[in-house]
């Protein structure tokens, strides 16, 4: 069955779908985008990922490309179309198509394309095991509160990770505190069992996760801070994970050459990530258009 991808209006085989050279996206990264989880035949937080969206693009003065109920149901029929029942589903919408020129074009349609990647189950080994963080600059804009198509640092920072083994790379200020993950965002628990977390703002992106995480944690109990944590704060703290859509709350182990506790994951971490996959089990199913 082919893949199927949602570009500027038609439904078209994924290997076919294309967009124009000159669209603004590919020129300048002038676009933003949601990666929306999609959990055996749930699509998680919707309504929180459209608002964000809504939030970027209205930042980036980037009109809307259709109404919200309009875009759940071609949302929907992505997912369809696909046949995808766990997977990501990503939205991009960018100001469109137009001779290059750095200045807004004077009248131009925003372009969107939708596309569904169905993925395994959320695998055991990372809760059981816990991943590796390398820390690294935090080089990138002093707008990382919009998810803007703009990456290049986030690419750079994964790859660097990757390339020492580790799993995922959390970037540190110029006063050394974690802002965030390369594509998710950073806590750590203290030993009293506080969790803590870099406050929304225009340092980070407010992950849809990270506020689920923070209503889940108050229903069982734990404080939360949100404020700035340092780097060796991290590496002596009790439990540490990072979260964000694909990951939920994934346990972190070792940060640099620090193994965190005892290098297992923690107990409150993995209370937390149980906790959220009931969350999403108790989501609404797909077809429903009440989020
Ligand atoms: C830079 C960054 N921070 C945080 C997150 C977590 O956001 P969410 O929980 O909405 O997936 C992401 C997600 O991709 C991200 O790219």
Same mark, same amino acid.
């Given at each position: 069955?082919? %893949? ?28 933003? =985008?949601?990666?929306?989880?999609? =959990?055996? $035949? ?24 259709? !109404? ?7 949302? %929907? ?17 960018? %100001? ?84 965030? $993950? ?57 439990? !540490? ?51």
């Amino acid at each position: 069955m082919p %893949r199927i991808a949602y570009v500027n209006g038609a439904y078209i085989p994924h290997r076919y779908a294309s967009v124009h050279i000159e669209d603004r996206g590919y020129q300048f990264s002038d676009g933003a =985008y949601e990666v929306v989880n999609t =959990y055996r $035949g749930r699509l998680i937080d919707e309504l929180r990922h459209l608002q964000r969206l809504d939030r970027s693009l209205s930042e980036l003065s980037i009109a809307s490309p259709m !109404a919200q109920q309009a875009m759940r149901l071609v949302m %929907r029929e992505v997912v369809r179309r696909n046949r995808m029942t766990t997977g990501l589903l990503y939205i991009q919408v960018t %100001r469109g198509v137009a001779p290059r020129d750095h200045k807004f074009p004077r009248s131009i349609k925003p372009a969107m394309v939708m596309t569904a990647r169905s993925i395994p189950e959320f695998p055991q080994e990372m809760v059981d095991d816990g991943v590796k963080i390398l820390t690294i600059a935090d080089i990138r804009w002093a707008r990382c509160d919009i998810k803007s198509v703009a990456l290049l640092p986030n690419i750079l920072a994964k790859q660097a990770a990757a390339e020492t083994g580790a799993y995922e790379a959390w970037l540190v200020d110029e006063c050394d505190y974690v802002t965030e $993950g390369s594509s998710s965002n950073a806590w750590i628990v203290t030993v009293d069992n506080i969790l803590v977390t870099q406050p929304t703002g225009r340092r980070i992106l407010a992950g849809i996760t990270r506020q689920a995480i923070i209503s889940l944690a108050g229903e069982l109990g734990y404080t939360v801070e949100e404020r700035p944590f340092t780097v060796t704060e991290a590496y002596q703290a009790k439990e !540490a994970f990072m979260s964000n859509s694909s990951h939920f709350v994934t346990p972190v182990t070792q940060i640099d050459d620090a193994v965190i506790a005892n290098g297992k994951p923690g107990n409150l971490t993995i209370e937390l990530h149980q906790r959220y996959v009931r969350f999403m089990e108790e989501s609404a199913p797909i077809d429903s258009l009440m989020g």
